[in-house]
């Protein structure tokens, strides 16, 4: 359909403290959102360890989505739970929340998804939440099998809270069998290949590019030359103005100036994390221009 767009991944250096290299499709500087979906960073395969110390969130959820490796979350909820491939782990920050993500064992493949749902105005500023799903719910049809991750497909429901109408599963294709995937017509989507090619409608996806579709479709193609995961993410269009700097989602260039304050001086709005004998990423500079919200390029 016209109007549907190629992101091209680009390659994050976290390396330091985080040890990990991410290839970012989510934000983009055409396309900052995907309904509520904001970012989506894919890792791995690789043997890179993660050692994320305990660092902020404001206005957003967090989604971790193992494909290959255990992650040990910990956050200034009191929650610590190890997070195994084919499980959930969703942090809501709502106005402020700290956490740590750590690979456990040295040298395991490590491989998967970490993306952002940004918060609406109200839930934004709300109080923070730790949820980990072992069981989520999974559908199917001719050629596809799917774990829904937050949302509805195939009016199957994932029992993740979430706080606008949205969708996010994984796909399983099987070679050569083309699938047909419902949609809600209007809902945006996209389509992250993460393990290889994909042809979805008609266009050939590379490894790691993501294809942004248009509102209007109830349905999409999609069919791969060998067995393949495919992320699916969509949504209502988001329409709140949304300034992205760090960790930190807002409305203004205030409310990112003092959620940083906040951070560095330790206020109680990100509580504490523990287990880490205080040790925090600090953040960055601001730069030295004001913020202003990411547009959508036509």
Known sequence: MTGDRLLEPREVPLGGVRGLTVHRTLPHRALPTVGAWCFVDHFGPTRETMTVLPHPHTGLQTVTWPLAGDIRHRDSLGSDVVL????????????????SEFSVGDGTMMHGIQLWVALPDGARTGPPAFEHIPDLPRTGGDGWRATVLMGELADVQSKAVTYSPLVGAELTLGAGKPATIPLKAGFEHAVLAVDGTVRVG??????????????????????????????????????????????????????????????????????????????????PPLPHVRLTPRRRRV
């Open 202 to 283: 008609g266009f050939d996806l590379a490894h790691r590019q993501m294809l942004h579709l248009e509102p209007g479709r109830s349905s999409v193609d999609l069919e791969v030359p060998r067995d393949a995961t495919v992320l699916l993410i969509g949504g209502e269009p988001f329409t709140e103005p949304l300034v992205m700097w760090w960790n930190f989602i807002g409305r203004t260039h205030e409310d990112i100036v003092q959620a940083r304050e906040d951070w560095e001086q330790a206020a109680e709005r990100f509580g504490q994390v523990d287990g880490h004998d205080g040790q925090v990423i600090p953040a």
């Open 84 to 99: 195994k491939p084919g499980e959930l782990n969703l942090m809501t920050s709502g106005d402020g929340v700290s956490h």
